[in-house]
């Protein structure tokens, strides 16, 4: 399974931006996808997971309210929403598939390479 991720880059704080992961996985809607976040010297964090058929989200405390997850099956794509970012969302952003919902990273068997969020002050 092959996870891409796309539409990260640099903004100034308090702009937006939207992530999107697409996956070559067949059964797109057997698997919850998820979004994770890792800043340099710190862990890979939890941000958000939809289930499969996109009925059921859950979000980081640390995000609620500015950041909204969303798939599209027909594409075979989840994306991550994020408004009013400040400069400590910076990290680097991956998306991840697994069995089913969870928040933590060792639930996920496949991730993908990442894209590069920078926020300024």
């Known amino acids: 399974v092959q996870l891409v991720e796309s539409g990260g880059g640099l903004v100034q704080a308090a702009a937006s931006l939207r992530l999107s992961c697409t996956a070559s996985a067949r059964a797109f809607t057997h698997y919850a996808m998820g979004w994770f976040r890792q800043a340099p010297g710190k862990e890979r964090e939890f941000v958000a997971v939809i289930s499969g058929d996109g009925l059921a989200t859950y979000d980081a405390d640390s995000t609620k309210g500015r950041f909204t997850i969303s798939r599209d099956n027909a594409k075979n794509t989840v994306y991550l929403q994020m408004n009013s970012l400040e400069p400590e969302d910076t990290a680097t952003y991956y998306c991840?598939?697994?069995?089913?919902?969870?928040?933590?990273?060792?639930?996920?068997?496949?991730w993908g390479q990442g894209t590069q969020v920078t926020v300024s002050s």
């Open positions: 991840a598939k697994s069995p089913a919902i969870a928040r933590t990273a060792a639930a996920y068997d496949s």
